[in-house]
């Protein structure tokens, strides 16, 4: 089940949410528990019991770690439920592509007959692992306290907001809202307008831009010309920015409205002059994960400045596999470990001293290369498609399955895309609301298209009203009509 699928928002959302309300404090979690529970097995049937082991499994770890008084068997404690938390993720997500590494390797040596059938992917298993994994660590470094309620415990790793794509919430973050939250009309009309807004990112742009990005990528490198290249990375590199920052507001939103409160996944990524300020702006809560959790315990920035660069590598090797488990994203997370390595270095220095517009460009052509291997199939894929970008291709015209999807509205969609991507439209509307509503210009008002909406100002308040359902209508609209749907995140 997907947030943009007509059976989750007229059939699942609307019945929680009546459950929800209707229901007394104390049974609340419950209903959110089982609502959740419903959601993963709807589409993972049979995955519904490992999830629940999962959190049985670093419910009981938790409550060992707080336990025991010695300092050091803690340490085995937690280094025993990560190690188990790691094969766990690593049998499903990892062991047909070292397996099929291995008996290539071999192949001359053994005849080991046909390639190992690929294990089906448990929905949001790197999400949910991710979660369970902080939560015992911040246990042990004290940063909170173990959960004794198991549905508490359940709540946590399966709430279905964030269960499947992030964002990737801290035990700590989210505690006392486990325990209590606090539900009002203003939060819960802030969810469905967060909802809204990135259920239109997904269907509105995301989508139609995908068709595009999904065509050239298909298209065999020999029939790709460099416009057909550039316009398929150019689709692709604002699709995954909507999709993924989209699936993050629909969770955000839905937050809100059960009264939870989730952290920012997204700060306008594209608008970086640099790798490094890229990565703080782009998938926050996986980017923080890595950092608190593996790059700083290595050393982080105290270590030398070879070791350094060296665990930069590391660790972003290691989130180009977290992505998935071919040579690709191995390629992607090696590269961008490699652009931050550079810019921590004399290369850092010159590139910061570059004009604005400059740094800009470098940042993005960067992030568009790195695309190529994120999206391609394989790596020959990916050179191939390079190849084309860098206007070496004999291949003339766009590629006849593009064209039809060439239409006069994708012009539009990608300006709109690109003017999104950025704070141009909120720097705007702030500007103008300062000047039409001085009184109001500093209160904030959460809102992923800016402050404009402001709630106290009359034709504010009726643009407000009016823009909610108009999006949504044009969404059901879109829904109806396309069968494009599919999250890129959902494969993680």
């Not at 404090?25 to 419950?30: A, E, Q």
């Not at 990375?233 to 999709?243: G, H, K, N, R």
């Not at 992923?448 to 999006?471: N, Q, S, T, Y």
């Amino acid at each position: 089940m997907i947030f943009s699928s007509a059976i989750f928002l007229f059939v699942f959302l609307p019945i929680v949410l009546v459950l929800y309300y209707l229901s007394d404090y104390r049974f609340r979690n419950v209903i959110l528990f089982a609502a959740s529970l419903f959601f993963y097995a709807w589409g993972e049937p049979g995955y519904v019991f490992l999830m629940i082991l999962s959190i049985l499994l670093n419910w009981f770890t938790g409550i060992l770690i707080d336990r025991v008084k010695s300092r050091r068997v803690a340490f085995l404690i937690l280094s025993a439920g990560v190690t188990i938390n790691i094969i766990i993720l690593v049998y499903f997500k990892y062991f047909t592509f070292f397996a099929s590494v291995i008996i290539s390797a071999l192949s001359g040596l053994y005849d080991f007959g046909d390639q190992p059938e690929a294990i089906p992917l448990p929905a949001g298993i790197s999400f949910f692992t991710f979660h369970a994994i902080s939560y015992i660590v911040d246990i042990y470094r004290g940063q909170a306290g173990a959960i004794r309620n198991p549905l508490t415990m359940g709540l946590y790793i399966s709430l279905f907001p964030q269960l499947v794509a992030g964002p990737i919430i801290r035990f700590h973050d989210i505690a006392e809202q486990l325990k209590l939250r606090v539900n009002s009309y203003e939060r819960f009309g802030s969810g469905i307008e967060r909802f809204v807004f990135g259920l239109a990112k997904k269907l509105l742009i995301a989508n139609p831009l995908g068709q595009v990005a999904d065509a050239a990528f298909a298209t065999a490198a020999a029939d790709l010309s460099t416009p057909t290249a550039w316009l398929g990375i150019t689709c692709y590199t604002l699709q995954i920015y909507f999709d993924f920052s989209g699936y993050s507001d629909m969770a955000i939103g839905l937050g809100r409205m059960f009264g939870f409160e989730f952290p920012e996944n997204f700060n306008y990524p594209y608008i970086s002059r640099s790798v490094r300020e890229f990565w703080r702006r782009w998938h926050i809560s996986l980017s923080t994960w890595f950092r608190d959790y593996l790059y700083i315990p290595l050393g982080g920035s105290r270590a030398s400045k070879a070791t350094m660069r060296i665990n930069l590598i590391i660790v972003f090797l290691l989130c180009g596999l977290w992505h998935g488990a071919s040579w690709n994203f191995l390629v992607w997370g090696a590269f961008h470990g490699a652009l931050l390595s550079l810019e921590r270095g004399p290369f850092g220095s010159f590139q910061a001293r570059l004009p604005r517009p400059l740094a800009h460009a470098y940042t993005i052509f960067m992030v568009m290369i790195g695309w190529v291997f994120f999206k391609a199939d394989t790596l020959s894929h990916a050179v191939g498609f390079l190849h084309a970008m860098s206007g070496l291709s004999d291949a003339v015209g766009i590629a006849g399955d593009i064209a039809p999807l060439v239409t006069p509205k994708l012009p539009f969609v990608i300006a709109a895309g690109v003017l999104l991507s950025t704070p141009i439209a909120t720097f705007w509307a702030r500007d103008w609301r300062t000047r039409r509503f001085p009184s109001h210009s500093k209160e904030p008002y959460p809102s992923p298209l800016g402050e404009w909406l402001d709630k106290d100002g009359p034709p504010i308040f009726l643009a407000r009203a009016l823009l909610v359902p108009i999006l949504f209508a044009l969404c059901v609209s879109e829904l109806a009509s396309a069968t494009y749907n599919p999250f890129i995140y959902f494969r993680f």
